[in-house]
């Protein structure tokens, strides 16, 4: 996950997760800390995903619960999207 500001605005650039390494037992996932994201919210203007693989979608599901903000990407990586989220019981 990327944070860009410029101008008093931020655009984030995916939001994906990573897997655990062996060093970490018990942990099934390791998500991005959005909580700079959280503190900024109303500067956040979207999330720009660039392809639809879980280090770069995966994390998603648990940002949008918390962070209201447009997602822009490729027709294919918005229903890859749509199908995460379904996954998740955020879309129906």
Do not use: C
């Amino acid at each position: 996950m990327w944070a860009l500001e410029w101008q008093g605005s931020i655009l984030v650039v995916d939001a994906g997760l990573m897997f655990p390494q062996e060093d970490m037992p018990g942990v099934d996932l390791v998500l991005p800390d959005i909580s700079y994201l959280l503190q900024r919210v109303k500067e956040v203007v979207g999330i720009v995903l660039t392809h639809g693989h879980e280090d770069h979608i995966g994390g998603l599901p648990f940002a949008l619960k918390r962070l209201n903000v447009p997602v822009y990407g490729t027709r294919l990586t918005l229903g890859l999207l749509k199908a995460k989220l379904r996954e998740h019981r955020i879309l129906r």
